[in-house]
């Protein structure tokens, strides 16, 4: 399988685009490492969308890359109108704002 693989520059945010080219059997994929922006035409895997923050930390770690902060992500993802990504979940902000049930009728 021939492969060849180089970055360019990503056309909605102007990021770091990975750009994926096989020739057996021929498709083309890209993906974002500063919006999350992907796309591909490989057969059985077609299709495009935006890819959430760990998997975009994932793909920049593989290449060395620090990670992307939320409100990074938040700001790009603004400026290109793209979909905003909610903020981290925090498992244990319930429990910290509860306050104690109140006994009197």
């Given at each position: 399988?021939?492969?060849?693989?180089?970055?360019?520059?990503?056309?909605?945010?102007?990021?770091?685009?990975?750009?994926?080219?096989?020739?057996?059997?021929?498709?083309?994929?890209?993906?974002?490492y500063d919006c999350g922006w992907w796309e591909t035409n490989e057969e059985g895997y077609e299709g495009s969308g935006f890819r959430d923050l760990n998997e975009i930390n994932d793909l920049r770690m593989m290449d060395g890359m620090d990670e992307l902060s939320h409100?990074?992500?938040?700001?790009t993802r603004i400026r290109i109108n793209g979909p905003v990504?909610?903020?981290?979940?925090?498992?244990?902000?319930?429990?910290?704002?509860?306050?104690?049930?109140?006994?009197?009728?």
């Amino acid at each position: 399988m021939a492969t060849h693989s180089y970055v360019d520059e990503c056309e909605l945010c102007s990021g770091h685009l990975e750009i994926i080219e096989n020739t057996r059997p021929p498709h083309t994929s890209e993906e974002c490492y500063d919006c999350g922006w992907w796309e591909t035409n490989e057969e059985g895997y077609e299709g495009s969308g935006f890819r959430d923050l760990n998997e975009i930390n994932d793909l920049r770690m593989m290449d060395g890359m620090d990670e992307l902060s939320h409100e990074d992500l938040v700001a790009t993802r603004i400026r290109i109108n793209g979909p905003v990504p909610l903020p981290p979940y925090d498992e244990y902000a319930c429990v910290i704002n509860r306050r104690p049930a109140s006994r009197d009728p």
